[in-house]
């Protein structure tokens, strides 16, 4: 993002045209096209620069249609021979075209009936889309076409198009006019010819001209595997900027006083002496780290990473319970209602011989509850509390706030995270303390949790049973079902978690209401349960209590379940379409079975035919326990994707930096940040605001 100051219109005339301009002034944009762009979260002409190619085409060259195959991308000429609507499931339009005896169908769902009429037998046309295997042959669905005259030169570019992400009301074509507008206008700014201290060879504008606009002598391959020069420079950008904005946010929290909370081991003694359970190794030593941190003046950021079952809550009820014995409060932000209502009840198994009574804070409350909740909170009668997002709504008030636990980070933003530090008392900033029990690689880490210190708990308690993983496809379905009600009747329990809540046609997935009844038809002397996210709370709990406490047998649910469920005589799960999971979520949600005393089992059913991601993701899972491996393995397979979107870091998504692929960038831009922020503060600030946003608003919210 370049900026938000915006030139209005003169009273003579049109403004004069700069990057801080309203996408409104370019020429063929407008009111409406400045609109949908805002959709895209930009909002002036220097944004532009940054919306970076998701990808190429090359459109360089004609393919004859003998020579197509399935999966690649390809621009093709031929006659239409036939064109005709067909009703079904869905109305589509469907044209066949001919090249000298070799076909290939078009499938259009989203047309006019100008568009139909257009499509003539033996008109003339050239067509550019992805190439995949029909019933009756090659396809193309929604392609971009264009009507050619039977003189005519083939329409090719001359370079490698680009292709950018879009939103309602954005077309590719319009889009890359008007980026190419700005490029334009970019040669004019001061800032984007800048040298930047540290970052040498090819220049920002020169980078970005040659990724918006790569000529004819570009090195196709470098570029398409994003190792071409302008590509790297603009990574190391990002990365740095992303660096400087972490390390900034973290400076301004430090700088802050917090309340000193020096009864961590005395807490640790009064709580472990009524635990029926010894804490690890692990969990003692990142207790004397927390220790060490809550007895400072200063807030403490820490990152808590634990694998499935690993004891971080307990580890949390520690220093939440030294915050309530100096006279504090603390409180524990969940992600889930039900993952809040499994905390709720832990801390109050845990607490209340202590004389603690965690309040339990949600959206679901009825208005009288949650007014009784709210003033317990603000009087500070409430020295514990734990909820979702309602806990940080400006209208829920602390009366002496000092420690704040955050579970599930990667599922909050960190402006979310960051908006709980102003709950605290005037003049002084709570402790943070993430909990993750999703392993992060440590170069992902770096960049996602750059501005908080980060302890592991390594071990997992003893007792905890091997789980042993297989993967079977669909038609081995039967045979898991006659073997998951033979272990029920045994005194066994099970999960069957389902990727769905409704039957979708477009979506081959056993939806969990439906899975229930057939479960229900196959195993008809069983209890069988139904949880899912669209349940009422009270549903949903009573569902959940009902497998808890053994009255169910097997538990049908979604993905709701994947943290917060506790029930060491569950030994089975089987997770249906398991091959449209990551193998971070499959991971988590296998550690729901082997936390009692019986050999426990997953089963992952997959849906033929598994991509060849797909089908690496299953072998991983079903070959290692290990978490930090298995969390490398899926961002190696698919990318950070959500754990670095916007809507979980509370920044705009990374644009083009990759940390596990770029990861060897990161260590050397880690001191280059120190540098920056010591002795270029105004290059530090120029930056984040390049790449992240308004960095003063960032670090306040």
């Known amino acids: 993002m370049i900026g938000h100051e915006l030139r209005r219109p003169h009273a003579q005339g049109a403004p004069a045209l700069t990057l801080s301009s309203e996408l409104t002034f370019l020429k063929g944009a407008g009111p409406q096209a400045a609109s949908a762009l805002r959709g895209l979260d930009l909002h002036t002409v220097g944004d532009l620069l940054f919306h970076l190619p998701l990808r190429y085409e090359d459109r360089r060259r004609l393919t004859p249609l003998a020579e197509l195959r399935e ?37 259009f769902f989203h047309f006019n009936e100008s568009q139909r009429a257009g499509f003539t037998p033996g008109r003339l046309i050239q067509v550019f889309g992805s190439v995949r295997g029909g019933r009756n042959g090659l396809e193309m669905v929604h392609p971009e076409y264009q009507w050619v005259e039977a003189d005519a030169a083939p329409a090719l ?10 939103t309602a009301g954005m077309t590719q074509p319009r889009l890359r006019r008007l980026i190419g507008q700005a490029l334009d206008l970019a040669t004019r700014d001061a800032a984007l010819n800048q040298a ?8 920002t504008l020169d980078a970005l001209d040659a990724i918006h606009r790569p000529g004819d002598d570009t090195d196709t391959r470098a570029l398409l595997a994003l190792r071409h020069p302008a590509q790297q420079r603009l990574i190391r950008e990002e990365l740095l900027a992303h660096q400087l904005c972490m390390r900034l946010l973290r400076l301004q929290i430090r700088e802050r006083p917090a309340p000193v909370l020096d009864g961590l081991d005395d807490a640790r003694q009064a709580l472990c002496a009524l635990l029926p359970f010894d804490l690890t190794g692990a969990q003692q030593r990142v207790l004397d780290e927390l220790a060490v941190d809550l007895r400072g003046p200063r807030p403490m950021l820490r990152l808590m990473q634990g694998d499935v079952g690993s004891g971080k809550t307990v580890v949390a009820a520690v220093a939440m319970l030294a915050a309530a014995r100096s006279g504090h409060q603390a409180v524990l932000m969940a992600p889930t209602e039900l993952l809040a209502e499994q905390h709720q009840a832990n801390l109050r198994s845990w607490l ?30 409430a020295a514990i509390v734990v909820g979702t997002h309602a806990v940080f709504q400006t209208s829920l008030r602390f009366a002496h706030l000092a420690l704040v636990v955050v579970d599930e980070q ?19 900033t709570p402790h943070q303390l993430v909990m993750s029990a999703t392993p992060i690689p440590r170069t992902l880490a770096q960049t996602l949790y750059a501005d908080l210190d980060v302890s ?29 009600g033979a272990a029920c009747r045994d005194g066994r329990q099970a999960y069957w978690v389902c990727t769905l809540i409704d039957e979708n046609e477009e979506i081959e997935a056993q939806a969990a209401a439906v899975t229930a009844e057939k479960l229900r038809e196959a195993l008809q002397d069983l209890r069988i349960g139904l949880v899912h996210g669209r349940l009422r709370g009270e549903a949903k709990e009573a569902a959940m209590r009902d497998f808890k406490d053994g009255h169910t047998q097997l538990l049908v649910a979604t993905t709701v379940i994947e943290v917060g469920v506790d029930v060491p005589n569950a030994s089975i799960m089987v997770i249906d379409n398991a091959e449209r999971l990551g193998l971070s979520q499959l991971h988590q949600l296998r550690g729901r079975v082997g936390r009692g005393s019986r050999a426990s089992q997953c089963v992952l059913l997959y849906q033929h035919p598994l991509s060849a991601d797909a089908r690496a993701r299953l072998e991983v899972r079903r070959t290692t326990t290990d978490g930090v491996r298995i969390a490398q393995a899926d961002l190696e397979l698919r990318g950070p994707g959500e754990l670095l979107g916007r809507r979980q ?27 920056w922020l010591q002795h270029h503060p105004a290059e530090s600030q120029m930056l984040i605001r390049r790449w992240v946003g308004d960095v003063e608003r960032y670090a306040r919210v």
């Open 352 to 381: 209340q011989p202590l004389g603690i009574e965690p309040v339990l804070i949600s959206g679901r409350l009825r208005k009288r509850e949650r007014d009784a909740c709210a003033e317990r909170i603000a009087s500070g009668e």
């Open 157 to 166: 570019d001359a370079h490698l198009t680009p292709v950018y992400p879009l």
């Open 410 to 428: 990667h599922r909050f933003g960190v402006q979310q995270r960051i908006a709980l530090r102003d709950k605290g008392p005037s003049g002084s």
């Open 649 to 675: 870091t509370g920044l705009i998504g990374l644009k083009i930096a990759d940390p596990v692929r770029d990861a060897e960038l990161i260590g050397p831009l880690q001191p280059l940040a120190d540098h």
């Open 196 to 203: 930047l201290p540290g970052l040498d060879g090819l220049g």
């Open 71 to 107: 999966g690649s991308e390809a621009l093709v000429r031929a006659r239409v021979e036939v064109a005709e609507v067909r009703f079904g499931p869905r109305r589509m339009l469907l044209v066949a075209l001919d090249q000298d005896g070799r076909g290939l169908l078009l499938r």
């Open 456 to 484: 592991v708990i390594d071990q997992l308690p003893p007792g905890r049973t091997p789980i042993a993983t297989v993967v079977l496809g669909q038609p081995r379905r039967d045979q898991v079902i006659a073997r998951i």
